[in-house]
């Protein structure tokens, strides 16, 4: 049974090798990739033997502790493709138990586990000083392998099970993103941290706690060992051992469960009401701008954005703080960024709708009020962001001579840069993550494309504000007039804008709408 | 357009048994379970110098890559009737239908709604067809009364008419219960309802179908084609498409056979059925059946 598995993982492997070139090329870009960090990892561990033991402990536990926890977290928030689903096997009649070793046994087989085991083996190189500490260190390697795997094997079944349904994965993409977003204070803590001075006294008492938790037990036993300390190197031991036997149990009842269980169900809501379709006008401008509304609400595609919004400028300006940039003059920046997300966020619109689109189509909606429709959501958060943000960004700054500026770049980045998303996401639509995927789930296809795409639609959108911003620097080395001018002139660009690009991208729908419905069909 | 033009195009010269010059029915159907009186039969009947072709289909071709999905397809679909299009799979009933309602771009031909050509003329075409595409999504983060008002005022429909009218459709369609839930967490065949609901919203003339049936239970099903026998008695046209024979035969006036993008028959049903079944003969024109042999194993059981 187990020589069955293995085979049918290897032939899964293999397979993989028969996709296009260009999945190929990343298959093989990702072996690589592994490759050179573990033997990264493996020179540093080599090295760590010839350093002192509290530095090699340092280190050792520290980074082990990180990558453990990297196998328990990352098939969690990315949602790893899982072949060998223990469901799959349902129908065949396996016993649990068996069934429950052999995919187990699989997990062993694979680029993660090639990559641990590498640099588990690596870590003996650097615990064999005492006789036992080299022991110990042999038994932390394969602790740190098995504990590794199974984390990993769980932690997907997890993922692809009790997060299965659609609420529960939008929920936890969203859950990870808050978690990363609130993490940049964390690394720029990090960041300021002068490594060279106190870097080792740092990793030291990370060490000294994770050397107590299950995530760093085995990778602390043969450096307690190495120090002399016998008895704290066996508890260590102990916790280790406990927790992968922990891991096997959770595993066994997991498949049980899954074997058992065909799918989970969500609870589901009721709405009474039109909700925002009761508030907007009865015509397809109107119609169109309550669902793009109701989508911004409900939609976890959007919330990545509106949570995006306001975490970009508060990642820029931690970082150009901490390059010593002036705060006060930092003042100026979170407005025009988050104006500029939040037009940006809305280039590829119609590959979100996905095949739903047809709608449009079929009751030949005009472009106008497809494209105008579509904005409306932006508008509404932006129009109150400039209104409220200006004056407060102002008073940060200290000066109300800069508002009519902060005023006229922002509105000139909203408006115009809506225009512009408004004819690219006609013109020039990517594939998009699919309605109730998670929003982390990239499509396949993606690839360079996309990645031009959201490029050029960045650069445009500042390339149409250079004016304005030009006029605002002015005002800020002449006075308050060039700020009215630089208030105007982004006014008057942002409008233009908005205006032009709806009339031009509806005129691309209406020749184009049933391309575009073809383009959502391949995706 | 004169009564000859509802005699299908056939290609290929086979066999589509029409030489009859209206579509009455001559016999009773048989083998009919829930015997309905025929519908377009008065209809027909009283009609008889021209009756008006509501959807003209001429030489229409697709082709994807290699493939000609779509190879001359020729139908006429003249009003108050219900046309059915069968045919094995991949025989581009789909891609067919969705020519028809404006949603994929044909390579050649051109197709006629009420008059009014779907492709130079799509706002007047267009209004007067309702789509029920097979496959593709809803816009299903609505609620199901949101989508159906989003459906009605995308037709141009205002506030008003929208809510009485998704009330109707709620009630016959049996959804009263599920509008103010998600549309993503309603079953297939709910989905499929709602969709259907949707496609009426506007009351157009022709209703285009693509698999409406499928995943439906028996007693909507029964629904579903009350409400459209109904429409049709009032002068309406559905064209729909199905993998389900029977139903074809109990509810189509028409029925054109489609296989591997041409008509291979059309007419009204009983020419095309002739003696049999609808399904002898479609299984007869798609290429027959293949015996299964050499499969004895199978009924020799294992423990």
């Not at chain 1, 129908?91 to 640099?119: C, D, H, K, M, S």
């Not at chain 1, 993606?446 to 650069?459: E, V």
């Not at chain 2, 219900?82 to 067919?96: E, L």
Request: charged share 15%; proline share 5%; net charge positive.
């Amino acid at each position: 049974m187990v020589a069955q598995f293995l085979r049918l993982k290897l032939r899964l492997l293999a397979n993989t090798f028969r996709r296009s070139p260009l999945q190929v090329f990343g298959m093989v870009l990702a072996l690589a990739y592994g490759l050179a960090a573990a033997f990264v990892a493996v020179l540093a561990l080599v090295a760590l033997r010839f350093a002192t033991v509290e530095v090699a402990t340092s280190v050792a536990v520290s980074a082990g502790a990180l990558i453990v926890l990297c196998f328990i977290l990352v098939p969690l928030a990315f949602g790893v493709d899982d072949t060998l689903d223990p469901r799959a096997f349902s129908l065949y009649g396996i016993p649990t138990g068996r069934l429950a070793t052999g995919l187990a046994i699989t997990a062993f087989i694979g680029v993660p586990a090639l990559v641990i085991g590498i640099i588990s083996i690596a870590q003996v190189v650097t615990w064999s000083r005492t006789p036992l500490s080299a022991i110990l260190a042999v038994v932390g390697a394969v602790l740190i392998i098995v504990t590794c795997t199974l984390a990993a094997r769980v932690s997907t079944s997890i993922a692809s099970f009790l997060l299965a349904t659609r609420r529960a994965r939008e929920i936890s993409a969203l859950v990870a993103l808050l978690v990363i977003v609130s993490l940049s204070p964390l690394v720029a803590l990090l960041v300021s941290i002068d490594w060279a001075k106190n870097g080792l006294a740092v990793l030291g008492s990370i060490a000294r706690v994770a050397a107590w938790t299950p995530l760093g037990a085995a990778w602390a036993a043969p450096a307690a060992a190495a120090s002399g300390h016998v008895g704290e190197a066996l508890l260590e031991l102990l916790i280790a051992v406990v927790f992968a036997a922990l891991l096997a149990v959770a595993w066994r009842a997991l498949v049980a469960t899954m074997l058992v269980t065909p799918q989970r169900l969500s609870r589901e809501r009721s709405y009474s009401g039109l909700g925002w379709f009761e508030r907007l006008p009865d015509n397809p401008t109107g119609a169109i701008a309550a669902r793009s509304i109701t989508y911004w609400i409900r939609d976890a595609r959007y919330h990545t954005a509106m949570v995006a919004i306001p975490a970009a400028p508060i990642i820029f300006v931690i970082v150009l703080a901490v390059a010593g940039v002036p705060l006060h003059a930092l003042a100026l920046l979170p407005l025009p960024v988050m104006c500029l997300f939040l037009s940006w966020s809305s280039h590829n619109d119609i590959a979100y709708d996905n095949t739903a689109i047809w709608l449009h189509v079929a009751s030949n909606t005009t472009g106008r009020a497809d494209r105008f429709g579509r904005l409306v959501p932006s508008l509404m958060l932006g129009v109150p962001l400039i209104l409220i943000g200006a004056p407060l960004c102002a008073a940060w700054y200290g000066s109300v001579d800069v508002l009519p500026s902060l005023i006229g770049v922002s509105a000139c980045i909203l408006l115009a840069g809506l225009g512009l998303s408004s004819v690219i996401s006609a013109r020039f639509p990517y594939p998009a993550v699919r309605p109730g995927d998670s929003p982390f789930a990239q499509p396949q296809a993606s690839g360079s494309a996309a990645g031009l795409i959201q490029s050029l639609a960045f650069f445009f959108a500042l390339l149409i504000a250079l004016p304005p911003v030009a006029l605002a620097g002015l005002g800020l080395a002449f006075g308050i007039w060039w700020a009215w001018g630089a208030l105007l002139l982004g006014l008057v660009l942002g409008l233009g804008g908005l205006f032009l690009g709806v009339k031009w991208g509806g005129r691309i729908f209406d020749a184009r709408a049933p391309e575009l419905l073809a383009f959502t069909l391949r995706n | 357009m004169d009564a000859d033009s509802e005699e299908e195009t056939v290609s290929e010269g086979t066999t589509a048994a029409v030489k009859s010059t209206s579509p009455v029915r001559t016999t009773p159907k048989p083998r009919t379970p829930r015997a309905r009186a025929p519908r377009a039969k008065a209809k027909a009947e009283s009609a008889k110098p021209p009756v008006e072709i509501v959807l003209q289909v001429s030489d229409l071709t697709k082709q994807f890559g290699e493939t000609h999905a779509v190879d001359h397809i020729s139908l006429s679909v003249p009003a108050g009737s219900i046309f059915g299009i069968v045919g094995p799979n991949g025989a581009g009933k789909t891609t067919t239908l969705s020519m028809v309602t404006g949603l994929l771009r044909p390579d050649s031909g051109t197709i006629t709604v009420h008059g009014a050509d779907v492709w130079s003329d799509p706002v007047k075409a267009k209004r007067n067809m309702g789509v029920l595409p097979d496959r593709l999504r809803l816009f299903d983060r609505l609620t199901g009364s949101q989508l159906l008002y989003y459906a009605g005022t995308l037709r141009g429909l205002d506030a008003a008419t929208v809510r009485s009218r998704s009330a109707d459709l709620a009630a016959a369609f049996g959804l009263e219960d599920s509008l103010s839930r998600l549309v993503t967490d309603y079953s297939a065949g709910m989905t499929k309802k709602i969709a259907l609901a949707s496609a009426m919203i506007h009351s157009p003339r022709l209703l285009v179908l693509d698999e409406p049936f499928e995943s439906v239970d028996p007693v909507s099903a029964a629904n579903v084609t009350e409400i459209l026998q109904n429409y049709v008695k009032a002068g309406g046209t559905v064209v729909l498409s199905s993998h389900s024979m029977d139903l074809i035969q109990r509810i189509c006036d028409y029925v054109a056979i489609v296989v591997a993008g041409q008509v291979l028959a059309a007419g009204t049903t009983d020419q095309v059925r002739g003696e049999g079944s609808l399904e002898d003969r479609f299984v007869e024109l798609a290429g027959g059946r293949k015996t299964a042999e050499g499969m004895e194993w199978l009924h020799s059981f294992s423990d």
